[in-house]
């Protein structure tokens, strides 16, 4: 088994690549470290990728899925938040856990149910946070599990946004799902959050909608 480690410091989230891993091992890993961790298991083609996120990684994060729930609740449109919950088909030998991820547009089919991704659709937006390493394999598994919608950071190029047309992922200025929020709008928010608190920047987000809705 092949060990790639991406070195970490406290604003770098950590990246461990094994290869050759089977999908028995990757399950048993996954109910050995249990829900309540702070690392992030993805599994392609025999590799596992074990994601440790930094205190910057975290804190996008949370911003993100708090603008999200902003615009959701002022846009009167349903919401179900899962977090990084583990997203994996065995059929598939396919397997992630995002940053977020959310149903909106299929909202309905999942409540009160427990998520099984071989017979539930996958959730409708996912968010992804690049630090130091590409979440670009990543996509490969959400391409498998056909999630329409992806929030993507990087350092160097900010916020993107992707749609799944014709199966491959496509750059959308504008979200499909929140017409009004595009990538520029949303480093825009992410700046003001570097000097401000979670709180004001929300507020500001919903006296902004006002003069869009």
């Known amino acids: 088994m092949a ?13 461990i ?18 829900n309540h961790r702070a690392s992030r298991l993805a599994y392609y083609q025999g590799v596992l990728e074990i994601i440790m996120p930094s205190d910057l990684h975290e804190f996008i994060n949370r911003i993100l899925e708090a603008i999200i729930r902003a615009l959701a609740e002022e846009l009167n449109m349903r919401l179900r938040g899962y977090g990084s919950t583990t997203l994996d088909r065995q059929d598939l030998a396919h397997g992630v856990e995002p940053d977020s ?8 089919r999942i409540l009160g149910k427990k ?24 996509f490969g ?16 190029l900010g ?5 799944l047309r014709n199966k491959e992922y496509v750059e959308c200025e504008f979200s499909p799902t929140f017409s009004m929020m595009s990538g ?6 992410l700046r003001q959050a570097e000097t401000e608190d979670d709180t004001s920047v929300i507020r500001t987000l919903r006296q902004w909608l006002i003069t869009k809705i």
């Not at 690549?17 to 249990?34: H, I, K, M, R």
């Not at 991820?101 to 309905?108: A, L, S, W």
């Not at 071989?118 to 968010?127: C, G």
């Open 3 to 15: 060990i790639t480690l991406i070195p970490s410091s406290r604003q770098q989230t950590q990246h």
């Open 17 to 34: 690549f094994l290869e050759g891993v089977t999908w028995a091992t990757y399950q048993a890993l996954l109910n050995e470290l249990g």
């Open 101 to 108: 991820c959310f149903y909106i547009q299929n909202v309905d």
């Open 115 to 138: 998520l099984d991704m071989q017979t539930d659709p996958p959730p409708d937006l996912a968010i992804e946070v690049d630090i130091t390493s590409s979440s670009k394999r990543r």
């Open 141 to 156: 598994i959400y391409l498998t599990l056909q999630i329409p919608e992806v929030w993507r950071y990087t350092e160097r």
């Open 159 to 163: 916020f993107t946004i992707y749609q």
């Open 184 to 189: 520029s709008i949303l480093m825009q928010f």
